[in-house]
């Protein structure tokens, strides 16, 4: 990890290519990796295949990313799997994130997380060391799902209807 001066050094010179101007300008190529996202979901669509949309999440977001940082893409979604690099990367990062996947606890339905502080609640963190791909990701976030609800309707699958702490098989069939 950078000291604090080579940090600040290092976050400035990264800074430019996070502005909003600089991700307009890469619209595009977050554009063609949903496509290329929805298409396959299309095509196990029409195949009547059901889902974990989870993995088809992290596929289209990590396509993204290796477009954006690396010029080229990993190729989860041609591949309809991990590349090797990219499974390392996610089950290194990420598995713990979603052990503590608890969506209900937004829900303000149930009592058990009433005394929760949500305001406490910060995934990007906060201060000079804070995310700078907080836009990035939003802007990723929001496409991906404007375009996914606007392309297809959804049914969760019965298996898939306790209460979302339960474990279950997170399984949607798009029609
Ligand atoms: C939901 C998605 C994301 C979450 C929850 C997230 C969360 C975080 C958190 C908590 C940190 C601070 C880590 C620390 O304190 O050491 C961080 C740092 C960082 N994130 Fe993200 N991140 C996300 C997406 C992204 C994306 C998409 C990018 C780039 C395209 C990105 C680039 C970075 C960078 C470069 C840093 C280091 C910043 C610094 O050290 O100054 N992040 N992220």
Redesign the pocket.
């Known amino acids: 990890m950078a000291d604090t001066e080579n ?1 600040a050094r290092l ?1 400035k010179a ?1 800074s430019p290519a996070f502005s909003p101007r600089a991700l307009a300008s890469q619209e595009p190529i977050l554009q063609h990796n949903v496509e290329l996202y929805l298409n396959k979901l299309q095509d196990h669509a029409t195949n009547g295949l059901q889902l974990d949309l989870r993995l088809w999440y992290n596929y289209v977001t990590l396509d993204m ?1 290796g477009d ?2 690396f010029g080229e893409s990993f190729g989860c979604l041609d591949s309809s799997g991990f590349h090797a690099w990219a499974q390392f990367v996610t089950v290194v990062n990420f598995s713990h994130w979603s052990a503590d996947f608890l969506p209900e606890r937004w829900l303000e339905e149930d009592p058990q997380f009433a005394t929760d502080v949500k305001e406490a609640f910060q ?3 906060v201060g ?7 836009k ?2 939003y802007d ?1 976030m929001n496409i991906i799902l404007a375009r996914t609800l606007w392309r297809f309707d959804m049914k969760l699958e019965s298996a898939c209807k306790e209460k979302y702490s339960q474990p279950q098989v997170p399984y949607v069939s798009i029609h």
């Open positions: 940090h976050r990264m990313i954006l940082a995934p990007f963190s000079p060391q804070s995310c700078v791909g907080k990035f990701a990723s």
